[in-house]
């Protein structure tokens, strides 16, 4: 006999967990939620929550051992306790457990893999769920790419990064998006010599390339290396030596260990989409902008979409989609959408980054400020940074705003709405701001395109 829902939930991560929260409370629909591994899903889990608690250790050690002697604190060297830290992020987490009972107290929670049976049921072990409504938010995995080599060799990936009881005498970092980056940071500064090789011209690929250029500085001030490749790794080899990675060039790395941070692939395969017509790809389950996908009444959200892979992203399209299930229609927008990477300094941006600007045809106009001139990072040894502003010449609307410097998350994530309002440079030169902060640096930035009338001519200062 069938089970009929209002609404089934594929997966039980932030998409999920959003959409059957968001069904139950705004449209009183009855939800059954699926889930094959990890109930509340990989943010809280293996990602956001203890990747932060590793950089905040991270962090203190930094300041412990380059700051503090400086500010007249006499302390013994730093040293990671990988065991200790180990306790202590699993301690900040929700056990599986938990996460069962308070989901399964608002939902009907199914554990199993789910394959669909047709356009409307889902099989899980037997047991087949129906529903008018089905939400695919299996979420995704660390992509492998195909090196020769890569096989042998026992790589690393965010999660079992986090789940060592070394600190790594060597790691080789595999691409140099958020991920990779932050996990270089952490490991540098527990102590691991660390290269960082990354296929393009810039580290973020999808950062400004200044603001990138300036984070780059910044890692390679703490002693980690970073390689620019058109290539990348061509081939990885065992030896008693430790591990050989050949980069396209010619150039060999030995390192103790390797880490994958080469992006993600959607976990979809088991779903058997084929047979009930879903376009879907190892990038994602393609999507319109009510998070539709190509078989009415499926839709898709979260890292198992093609679209932005960020927590919060996933949560808005949850929203968007269940919405557009209940007939209140709206359509995903990215327009304004603040990132960042949790480096120290952190990379923050927020609209468009100058080549983009350029590229849809603004006429582009950019100021910029350098933290070191900001009285806060004074206090601090390290002087990278940066603030840059992005207008438009004609209508002085600030197009994208992108920040280099601690804190740069809190700022940029405090802008979106000020730009969605159209702030203009003018507005942001002329604002309050709080001294001696981070954020004064963009008021010193837009006030560099301040305009000034004088005897009836337009100067900038």
């Known amino acids: 006999m069938n089970e009929h829902y209002d609404l089934i939930v594929l997966?039980?991560?932030?998409?999920?967990?959003?959409?059957?929260?968001?069904?139950?409370?705004?449209?009183?629909?009855?939800?059954?939620?699926?889930?094959?591994?990890?109930?509340?899903?990989?943010?809280?889990?293996?990602?956001?929550?203890?990747?932060?608690?590793?950089?905040?250790?991270?962090?203190?050690?930094?300041?412990v051992n380059v700051e503090a002697a400086g500010r007249g604190i006499r302390v013994s060297r730093a040293e990671i306790d990988v065991a200790q830290l180990r306790e202590w992020k699993n301690s900040i987490r929700r056990d599986q457990d938990s996460w069962v009972e308070v989901l399964?107290?608002?939902?009907?929670?199914?554990?199993?893999?789910?394959?669909?049976?047709?356009?409307?049921?889902?099989?899980?072990?037997?047991?087949?769920?129906?529903?008018?409504?089905?939400?695919?938010?299996?979420?995704?995995?660390?992509?492998?790419?195909?090196?020769?080599?890569?096989?042998d060799v026992q790589w690393l990936d965010h999660i079992s990064a986090l789940e060592l009881e070394r600190v790594p005498e060597s790691l080789l970092v595999l691409g140099g998006g958020p991920v990779g980056l932050e996990f270089a940071q952490i490991f540098a500064r527990f102590g691991s010599r660390v290269t960082l090789v990354n296929h393009g011209t810039q580290i973020a690929a999808r950062a400004d390339t200044e603001a990138a250029a300036e984070l780059a500085a910044a890692l390679e001030d703490e002693g980690i290396e970073i390689v620019l490749t058109p290539g990348g790794v061509e081939r990885f080899t065992r030896t008693p030596r430790g591990i050989t990675a050949e980069l396209t060039g010619g150039r060999m790395i030995v390192v103790s260990d390797v880490l994958l941070a080469t992006g993600r692939v959607a976990n979809v395969e088991a779903l058997g989409l084929d047979a009930i017509g879903v376009d879907a790809s190892p990038r994602g389950i393609g999507v319109d902008v009510h998070q539709r996908t190509s078989v009415d009444g499926i839709w898709a959200a979260g890292d198992a979409a093609a679209g932005p892979q960020l927590?919060?992203?996933?949560?808005?399209?949850?929203?968007?989609?269940?919405?557009?299930?209940?007939?209140?229609?709206?359509?995903?927008?990215?327009?304004?959408?603040?990132?960042?990477?949790?480096t120290d300094p952190e990379l923050g941006g927020v609209g468009l980054t100058e080549a983009e600007a350029r590229a849809v045809g603004f006429e582009v106009e950019v100021v910029k400020h350098p933290v070191a001139a900001v009285t806060r990072a004074q206090f601090s040894s390290s002087k990278r940074g940066l603030y840059k502003v992005v207008f438009d010449r004609a209508t002085r609307r600030v197009l994208g705003v992108h920040v280099v410097s601690r804190g740069a998350s809190d700022i940029v994530g405090t802008l979106a709405l000020a730009l969605r309002l159209g702030l203009t440079v003018d507005d942001m030169a002329a604002v309050h701001h709080v001294y001696p902060s981070y954020s004064e640096g963009l008021k010193a930035a837009a006030e560099q395109a301040t305009k000034v009338e004088t005897k009836g001519q337009t100067l900038r200062v």
């Not at 409370?25 to 203890?50: K, Q, T």
């Not at 695919?136 to 020769?148: K, L, N």
């Open 11 to 63: 997966g039980a991560g932030s998409a999920a967990r959003d959409a059957a929260g968001k069904a139950k409370r705004d449209y009183g629909a009855n939800v059954a939620m699926v889930e094959r591994e990890r109930w509340g899903g990989s943010c809280p889990n293996i990602a956001c929550r203890p990747t932060k608690a590793y950089l905040t250790a991270a962090e203190l050690v930094h300041d």
């Open 104 to 151: 399964g107290t608002q939902y009907t929670t199914v554990a199993g893999e789910a394959t669909f049976a047709d356009a409307r049921t889902v099989r899980v072990d037997g047991r087949d769920l129906t529903a008018d409504r089905i939400l695919i938010a299996t979420g995704g995995r660390t992509a492998v790419p195909p090196i020769p080599g890569l096989r």
């Open 311 to 342: 927590t919060p992203a996933a949560q808005y399209q949850a929203r968007v989609a269940v919405d557009d299930m209940f007939g209140n229609v709206r359509d995903a927008d990215y327009a304004v959408l603040p990132t960042a990477i949790f």
